[in-house]
């Protein structure tokens, strides 16, 4: 019997448990904490042995390949042990490829990836394709796969999840960026950070296609010391290839197959350049999976974003409140700040990331009024913005930042959750913090007269 074992109980190992397990693999799962109920349930209604509150490191290096959850940094003991005896490990995602016939659509990139993700099933499956959606959204492949398979995955996939990868190859890449984020699993070195993105390509070839933002210099600096096999098509806020896509700020024009393809902002759903750079990424790639114009045009006219970003939660008094709380970086705040030309009241702070502040500059001053730093130490954060913003507050309660920012907002102003840090001082991640957040806003009442 194939044997398997599985570090992490998460919604990935337990999806790859239970595909392992109907295939006919004897597994066993460990985790270093505690696992879900819910989750404990599946693994024993599926008959499958599991530890939890540590490892059993000699039992685990024992099985012939592991598969590790895409947080377990390869530093880990169990995975150092295991990887030193030479016994492979991967990801779910790599595991599930196995068990798939389907074409593969990978979509990686520091920031943008949840929204082209949503974006790509989404007109994918308006124009009639036979698709699923998995990876870093959703339901993991591998519980999808026990249920049944797809002619076509979008996958959201983590460098992460990439550096698991041994065999698994995309029909399609899209690749929406690459700024500064997680060099602590990298050795604190960009470049490693680039070339695990773009290691997304490596067993691609010449009949693939790989989409990605033009304007991108980490992109272009990891590619150059590249052969790129796949065929290219680029996106840009400048210039149209022959195979690529532009938003000249008024318009998406997408130069397909020796035509070209119109559709104005003012009529789809999202809106703000980094946002038309993922629609652009997203269409570029159902029409090479093969929907036509007219679902393209339809379903980029009624797409609905993912929670948590940039997600409008209510207006009150003429005050709009916006959850943004996957914003845990720096340039995924840039991008939210400049979606808006009103005035701001900006909720940002928790885990900084070793954060260079000062690319925010630009979008913050003269545009926010407020900033309300909600985190245990907000030192850095104060001291970036002293002098730029005219008030900043400070709490580690989301529903005093959510009344202040009614209290100092005026009709048409803006209250803006997008925190560029991680949640992990106060919250348990970046759900929990919008889900928080998103349930003070609406417990807020008018102001008092």
Not at 45 to 53: H, L, P, Q, S
Not at 363 to 392: M, R
Request: one cysteine or more; charged letters at 25%; a negative charge.
């Amino acid at each position: 019997m194939k044997r398997i074992a599985i570090l992490g109980a998460g919604e990935s190992g337990v999806g790859a448990a239970l595909l392992a397990k109907v295939n006919g693999y004897e597994v066993f799962v460990s985790d270093g904490g505690s696992i879900k109920d819910s989750r404990k349930l599946q693994l024993e209604e599926a008959g499958i042995d599991y530890e939890e509150g540590g490892h059993e490191s000699e039992k685990l290096v024992g099985f012939p390949e592991l598969i590790k959850s895409p947080g377990i940094p390869y530093s880990h003991p169990v995975v150092k042990a295991a990887m030193e005896q030479g016994t492979p490990v991967i990801d779910e995602l790599e595991f599930a490829f196995g068990f798939s016939q389907g074409k593969v659509i990978a979509i990686t990139g520091t920031n943008g990836k949840t929204t082209t993700a949503m974006l790509t099933y989404h007109l994918m499956k308006n124009g009639g394709l036979d698709v699923g959606l998995g990876g870093n959204v959703g339901q993991s492949w591998a519980s999808q796969l026990v249920h049944g398979d797809h002619d076509w995955w979008v996958l959201e996939v983590s460098s992460f999840q990439i550096d698991g990868f041994m065999t698994l190859r995309p029909k399609i890449a899209v690749l929406t960026n690459i700024t500064p984020d997680h060099l602590d699993r990298y050795d604190y070195k960009m470049d490693n950070y680039i070339q695990a993105k773009l290691a997304v390509l490596k067993q691609m070839g010449e009949e693939d296609d790989f989409i990605y933002y033009r304007e991108d210099q980490h992109i272009w600096r990891g590619m150059s010391s590249m052969n790129i096999r796949p065929k290219v098509h680029e996106v840009s806020l400048e210039n149209i290839g022959k195979d690529g896509g532009l938003f000249n700020g008024a318009e998406v024009k997408l130069n397909f197959r020796n035509r070209m393809i119109s559709i104005p902002e003012s009529e789809m759903a999202l809106k703000g350049n980094h946002n038309m750079l993922n629609v652009m990424c997203a269409a570029t790639a159902a029409l090479l999976a093969g929907v036509n114009e007219e679902a393209l045009k339809a379903g980029l006219a009624d797409f609905k974003n993912a929670p948590h970003r940039m997600e409008k939660v209510r207006e009150l008094e003429g005050v709009t409140f916006i959850n943004d709380s996957k914003g845990t970086n720096v340039d995924a705040t840039v991008y939210a700040l400049s979606t808006f030309k009103e005035p701001l009241i900006w909720i940002a702070g928790g885990v900084d990331k070793g954060n260079d502040y000062e690319t925010l500059m630009p979008v913050v001053k003269d545009h926010v009024k407020v900033l309300i730093c909600l985190g245990k130490d907000n030192d850095k954060l104060k001291a970036a913005f002293e002098g730029v913003i005219p008030e900043i507050l400070e709490t580690q309660d989301i529903t005093s930042a959510v009344q202040w920012g009614l209290e100092r907002g005026a009709n048409g102003d803006v209250v803006l959750l997008s925190p560029a840090c991680a949640s992990f001082d106060l919250f348990k991640n970046y759900e929990d913090r919008g889900d928080q957040f998103k349930k003070a806003v609406n417990n807020l009442k008018l102001k008092a007269i």
